[in-house]
């Protein structure tokens, strides 16, 4: 026999004993035998359940820390503008506790903490969460940096108190840990107790794994220390910080913290999902259902290893649940476009609801469902004389309306249909090197279409090529605004960047400092009356080689909507500023094709 792939060692250990006659899977070669399992690591607290009745009927309080814990995961963590531009996202969208930073960790999340403090950009009815250890050099930095600001403000204390860390990671047995943490509780109480607008947080990091009477034993701890009360509840997040269980296991730990802890009245009982064995969101929805109130995750779960919970997916799933998320998710791409900015990180197409693909089918059984199912629901509303948005949704395989996040019913089907025709992404890709992202695929692939059905012949790679530069491409003969020239330069530490464009005949310079080619040449063609929003950019190359050409496309917005444009040159910079050019010359002639 061939062996296809020679570093994959086929299971060939006997099939077990007992096992059923069909089945005939046998035993692997990975050494399993090295783990053990969650019930040999910690003391499960199996107790009489009450979260399996349970329903989720309503949001619980989120908290996003994207400012803290997904970006300490980031290759290339947030410099300031994007982080003021996620927390402006999150606040857009109704966030109303948002944890801001780790500001004794870096000077950059200590000034963003300044910012914050100095300037309005929180609204008064947001409360700011800063995160420390329980180091007092490290607390009184972090009550610095909250100096002056008006809002609520949550100071959250952490340390790990699992056996493994204990043992190999601080070198403390549970008393002196026990001590090291009330000492740390005892500083932020010195430091900042007397602010009333300040309330305390304690994640016992790795509360998974700790024992559930030393969890329990030091959470009390704290809330006694921090004279826990209705009218000043502290926060006890319990934080799944490397996932290692079944989501039930850990529904059993919160469920039984939560019937356990002293002054229970005066505790808001917090959760903190990883997501190591991909169910963190089960384990979230399970928590809440054993009784915790808040949740602690990030939007599309970005964080360490496989991230955090992703709370965009958590609300959503209520949405299709009939329960208000509390959080705005109406234009589910500017959401994505934002935080795949900030993060420098893409969305795969699969991502649940924000995904480009999720709302696609390539069955033709599921399109025709999808196409029955539309169709009936627009019967029923103007049966009803009701609007559309207004009709209970029930369309076979969309678990949720895509109009209620901003995408339309045109790009569901038109997705289905044009994705069947002929793999013209494929085509693309294999004659000539270009991947183009999946929002331009399907704008490309309506166009084809159109091509397809007046000829009714097979379309080639060379046509697609074709229709692309015709669609997307703007040559100089039929320019109505060329760039005539630019150049680049460096100031006392500040880039200049010099464009020369020529309009009806007349030449336009101007200079631009503090900003890149691309950003100059917009605010260049905005000055002409011609205002162009590069939403997304895009760079590969046309076929193999180093002497290829580059080619860059936009997607753009302009007062007629949502467009896409492409340059193509012997540099990068060269093509991204041919496809901006491009996109002005594109909008105004028509409007866009896609919103």
């Keep these: 026999m061939t062996v296809t792939f020679p570093s994959i060692s086929t299971p060939a250990r006997?099939?077990?004993?007992?096992?059923?006659?069909?089945?005939?899977?046998?035993?692997?070669?990975?050494?399993?035998?090295?783990?053990?399992?969650?019930?040999?690591?910690?003391?499960?607290?199996?107790?009489?359940?009450d979260w399996p009745a349970r329903r989720l009927t309503a949001a619980p309080l989120w908290v996003p820390v994207d400012l803290r814990d997904g970006n300490q995961a980031l290759a290339e963590p947030m410099d300031p503008a994007r982080k003021r531009r996620f927390f402006e996202l999150m606040v857009a969208m109704g966030y109303k506790e948002i944890e801001v930073g780790y500001p004794s960790a870096s000077?950059?999340?200590?000034?963003?903490?300044?910012?914050?403090?100095?300037?309005?950009?929180?609204?008064?009815?947001?409360?700011?969460?800063?995160?420390?250890?329980?180091?007092?050099?490290?607390?009184?930095?972090?009550?610095?940096?909250?100096?002056?600001?008006?809002?609520?403000?949550?100071i959250h204390l952490y340390t790990a108190t699992a056996p493994v860390w204990r043992d190999v990671v601080l070198g403390r047995g549970r008393d002196e840990l026990t001590r090291l943490i009330l000492d740390g509780g005892r500083d932020v109480l010195e430091l900042a107790g007397d602010r009333p607008n300040v309330r305390f947080e304690f994640s016992p990091e790795v509360f998974n794994l700790t024992e559930p009477d030393y969890a329990l034993e030091v959470c009390d701890g704290m809330t006694a220390l921090w004279q826990a009360c209705p009218e000043r509840p502290v926060i006890l997040n319990l934080p799944a910080t490397v996932e290692v269980a079944t989501p039930n296991v850990y529904a059993d730990q919160i469920e039984y913290m939560h019937k356990n802890l002293a002054r229970r009245d005066s505790v808001i009982l917090s959760v903190h999902p990883h997501n190591d064995r991909g169910t963190g969101i089960a384990c979230a929805e399970l928590a809440v259902l054993a009784g915790a109130e808040r949740v602690e995750g990030c939007l599309f779960g970005n964080g360490e290893r496989t991230g955090n919970v992703d709370i965009a997916t958590l609300a959503l799933n209520l949405h299709a649940q009939g329960v208000d998320p509390m959080i705005d998710f109406s234009d589910i791409d500017e959401i994505r476009r934002t935080v795949e900015f900030c993060n420098r990180i893409e969305l795969h197409p699969r991502h649940p609801y924000a995904g480009d693909l999720v709302h696609t089918a390539f069955s033709g059984t599921h399109?025709?469902?999808?196409?029955?199912?539309?169709?009936?629901?627009?019967?029923?509303?103007?049966?009803?004389?009701?609007?559309?948005?207004?009709?209970?949704?029930?369309?076979?395989?969309?678990?949720?309306?895509?109009?209620d996040i901003g995408?339309?019913?045109?790009?569901?089907?038109?997705?289905?249909?044009?994705?069947?025709?002929?793999?013209?992404?494929?085509?693309?890709?294999?004659?000539?090197?270009?991947?183009?992202?999946?929002?331009?695929q399907i704008d490309l692939a309506g166009r084809v279409q159109r091509h397809t059905d007046d000829s009714g012949d097979e379309i080639t790679a060379a046509q697609i090529w074709a229709i692309f530069q015709d669609?997307?491409?703007?040559?100089?003969?039929?320019?109505?605004?060329?760039?005539?020239?630019?150049?680049?330069?460096?100031?006392?530490?500040?880039?200049?960047?010099?464009?020369?464009?020529?309009?009806?005949?007349?030449?336009?310079?101007?200079?631009?400092?503090?900003?890149?080619?691309?950003?100059?040449?917009?605010?260049?063609?905005?000055?002409?009356?011609?205002?162009?929003?590069?939403?997304?950019?895009?760079?590969?190359?046309?076929?193999?080689?180093?002497?290829?050409?580059?080619?860059?496309?936009?997607?753009?917005?302009?007062?007629?909507?949502?467009?896409?444009?492409?340059?193509?040159?012997?540099?990068?910079?060269?093509?991204?500023?041919?496809?901006?050019?491009?996109?002005?010359?594109?909008?105004?002639?028509?409007?866009?094709?896609?919103?």
Aim: charged letters at 25%; hydrophobic letters at 40%; a negative charge.
């Design 14 to 49: 006997p099939v077990p004993d007992g096992a059923a006659p069909w089945n005939r899977q046998r035993h692997s070669q990975l050494p399993s035998h090295r783990y053990a399992d969650v019930y040999a690591r910690v003391e499960v607290p199996l107790a009489d359940r």
């Design 471 to 595: 669609s997307y491409c703007v040559s100089s003969g039929d320019a109505t605004i060329e760039l005539a020239g630019y150049e680049t330069s460096e100031s006392g530490g500040r880039g200049r960047t010099r464009i020369v464009l020529r309009a009806r005949g007349e030449e336009h310079v101007s200079s631009h400092d503090g900003v890149g080619p691309v950003e100059a040449l917009t605010a260049a063609l905005t000055a002409l009356g011609v205002g162009i929003e590069v939403l997304g950019l895009h760079q590969s190359s046309i076929g193999p080689g180093s002497d290829s050409d580059a080619l860059t496309v936009i997607e753009y917005r302009h007062a007629g909507g949502v467009g896409w444009a492409a340059g193509r040159a012997a540099s990068v910079l060269a093509a991204s500023l041919a496809a901006v050019v491009a996109a002005a010359d594109l909008a105004g002639r028509e409007p866009a094709l896609t919103a």
């Design 367 to 403: 399109q025709d469902a999808i196409r029955k199912g539309l169709a009936e629901h627009r019967a029923r509303a103007a049966a009803e004389s009701r609007p559309e948005r207004d009709v209970a949704w029930r369309v076979p395989y969309l678990p949720i309306d895509p109009a």
């Design 407 to 440: 995408r339309s019913y045109d790009a569901v089907i038109r997705v289905n249909s044009q994705s069947g025709k002929g793999g013209i992404a494929y085509l693309l890709e294999s004659a000539y090197g270009l991947e183009l992202p999946r929002r331009l």
């Design 107 to 154: 000077r950059t999340d200590y000034d963003f903490v300044r910012l914050i403090a100095e300037t309005a950009i929180a609204p008064d009815d947001v409360t700011i969460v800063v995160f420390t250890p329980a180091r007092r050099d490290l607390i009184e930095r972090t009550v610095a940096s909250i100096q002056g600001i008006r809002n609520e403000v949550v």
